[in-house]
């Protein structure tokens, strides 16, 4: 069975930073597109970012120049950086890996920002 775990979510004050990490298991890593979603509460899921099989990304514009997002195709993990982060990040963080009509979840990672 394939698995996501995302792990690194917690408590930040705003402007401080957060890395999340999706680690796979049980596919070829290599050639999925990785994403990473978020969902606050009484919201529907976004997008956040992705990275493609061949490393090239994509960013809502509410992250851009603050996010990073990355892969470790050896680890089979993918990495979320997160700087100057806000209040409005709040969410549940989810990690996705889509390959075809493959399209696998993990079970998410809590990002609270608060003073």
């Known amino acids: 069975q394939v698995q996501l775990v995302e792990s690194g979510g917690g408590l930040v004050q705003p402007g401080g930073s957060l890395r999340l990490s999706c680690a796979a298991s049980r596919i070829i890593f290599s050639f999925y597109a990785m994403g990473w979603y978020r969902q606050a509460p009484a919201k529907q899921r976004e997008l956040v970012a992705t990275?493609?099989?061949?490393?090239?990304?994509n960013y809502a514009d509410s992250v851009k120049g603050r996010f990073g997002i990355s892969r470790d195709n050896a680890k089979y993990t993918v990495y979320l950086q997160m700087n100057s982060l806000k209040p409005e990040d709040t969410a549940v963080y989810y990690c996705?890996?889509?390959?075809?009509?493959?399209?696998?979840w993990g079970q998410g990672t809590q990002v609270t920002v608060s003073s």
């Open positions: 990275i493609t099989s061949g490393g090239s990304t």
């Open positions: 996705n890996a889509r390959h075809g009509y493959n399209d696998y």
